[in-house]
């Protein structure tokens, strides 16, 4: 049985800054009770996991992103067909919508936690800049695991 809690976290360790979601899930593991917590970690999404979105209660993606303001963005997410819906590579959005789809009920409460990357080539490792912002989103996490409910993280939501 999955635990109510998944937190997955996608990237390529091998492209730079694109390894920031694995590696915001190796401080989770190194630093949070996980009880009630289920870690997830792939190169990318695919339309196979929305079926890990059944039986949760709460889902948190990790991502990077050249779209954030500050460190990192935090962001409900709703289920929506978008360009990447028939591409190998998903969105969060369109992984909810699969799951909308297959399961003919809404998904659990999705959030998207986006951590500002600067670099993503091919065999850089994680860049200084990254590596900040990495340090910002860990402490908001540890904010979010304190508190696994959806009016809680409701209350976080970027502006």
């Known amino acids: 049985m999955p635990k109510p809690v998944l937190i997955f976290?996608?990237?390529?360790?091998?492209?730079?800054?694109?390894?920031?979601?694995p590696l915001a899930l190796a401080y989770i593991e190194g630093h949070a009770d996980l009880a009630s917590v289920d870690l997830l970690d792939d190169f990318q999404l695919q339309i196979e996991h929305a079926l890990d979105l059944e039986q949760r209660a709460l889902v948190l993606f990790v991502d990077a992103s050249v779209n954030c303001n500050g460190a990192f963005a935090f962001a409900e997410l709703a289920a929506a067909k978008d360009d990447s819906y028939t591409t190998h590579a998903m969105s969060p959005a369109a992984v909810l919508a699969?799951?909308?789809?297959?399961?003919?009920?809404?998904?659990?409460?999705?959030?998207?936690?986006?951590?500002?990357?600067?670099?993503?080539?091919?065999?850089?490792?994680?860049?200084?800049e990254a590596g900040g912002?990495?340090?910002?989103?860990?402490?908001?996490?540890?904010?979010?695991?304190?508190?696994?409910?959806?009016?809680?993280?409701?209350?976080?939501?970027s502006p």
């Open 9 to 21: 976290g996608y990237g390529n360790l091998s492209r730079g800054d694109d390894a920031l979601g």
């Open 98 to 128: 699969v799951y909308q789809t297959i399961k003919h009920q809404p998904p659990p409460p999705c959030f998207l936690l986006s951590i500002k990357g600067e670099r993503f080539e091919l065999g850089e490792g994680l860049s200084a």
């Open 133 to 157: 912002h990495l340090a910002e989103a860990c402490q908001f996490l540890q904010r979010l695991l304190a508190d696994l409910d959806v009016a809680a993280w409701r209350c976080l939501l």
